[in-house]
């Protein structure tokens, strides 16, 4: 069964860290690039940052850039987002996504991990 799974999310006061993983089953992530997206309630889905699938090329949102760091081991078939810094407006839920080069289609979703950012 083809699954990816997010872990890592809970609650943490501003400027604190968390670190998301990414773990995929029945696939290996090998030839994918992975990006993690985030949507806060009521607002759109936001892509927070991409790595390729050689892990060579990185992309960040705005945002986030200077905060988070992603990774890849691609011999644990995981993904990570290191979030230091934490704002209460990077308060959302995380997903991660598959797609053959970052920016196209994601074909593979998570179910996302939640991350509150909260005093």
């Known amino acids: 069964q083809v699954q990816l799974v997010e872990s890592g999310g809970g609650l943490v006061q501003p400027g604190g860290s968390l670190r998301l993983s990414c773990a995929a089953s029945?696939?290996?992530?090998?030839?994918?690039?992975i990006t993690w997206f985030r949507q806060a309630p009521g607002k759109e889905r936001e892509g927070v940052s991409c790595?390729?699938?050689?892990?060579?090329?990185?992309y960040y949102a705005d945002s986030v850039k200077g905060r988070f760091t992603i990774s890849r081991d691609n011999v644990k078939n995981t993904v990570s987002l290191q979030m230091n810094s934490l704002k209460p407006e990077d308060t959302a839920v995380y997903y991660c996504a598959t797609a053959p080069e970052c920016g196209r289609q994601n074909i593979y979703w998570g179910q996302g991990t939640q991350v509150t950012v909260s005093s």
């Open positions: 790595i390729s699938s050689s892990g060579v090329t990185t």
């Open positions: 029945g696939f290996t992530l090998d030839y994918y690039a």
